[in-house]
């Protein structure tokens, strides 16, 4: 019985699975660099690279790119489980949030060490 109810959960997340991991065209964010994601529209998504300079607060940091710096908000389990410092280059993926009175979030959904 409980081997039955496993295969049915697998079988019914399957296609979420085999959707996450769907890399062809259309699949890469447009805004690319921290300048971008500071002037992109309500849930644009975002790949940055560069690095994480400083801690403004609790969950926002100062990111570095090529571009320049802007502020991200990086909620705390989203972390990588290691320790790393400003040295250290990431790669952060997530959206754009647009408040209805105008101001921008960069909201980090995962960082990945490069370094």
């Known amino acids: 019985m409980k081997k039955a109810a496993i295969a049915a959960l697998f079988a019914a997340l399957a296609p979420l699975a085999a959707y996450a991991a769907y ?3 259309g699949s890469a964010p447009a805004v690319r660099t921290i ?5 992109a529209g309500d849930d644009a ?3 940055l690279e560069g690095r994480l300079t400083k801690k403004l607060g609790h969950e ?4 570095a790119d090529q571009s320049g710096e802007g502020e991200v908000e990086i909620d705390d389990k989203r972390l990588p ?3 790393f410092d400003d040295k250290v280059r990431v ?5 754009v949030d647009k408040a209805w009175y105008g101001a921008r979030e960069v909201e980090v959904k995962r960082v990945e060490l490069l370094d």
């Open 81 to 83: 489980g290691v320790a």
């Open 23 to 25: 890399q062809g065209p």
């Open 45 to 47: 998504a975002f790949l």
């Open 91 to 95: 790669r952060l993926s997530g959206k």
């Open 35 to 39: 300048t971008q994601a500071q002037s």
């Open 60 to 63: 926002r940091y100062l990111f």
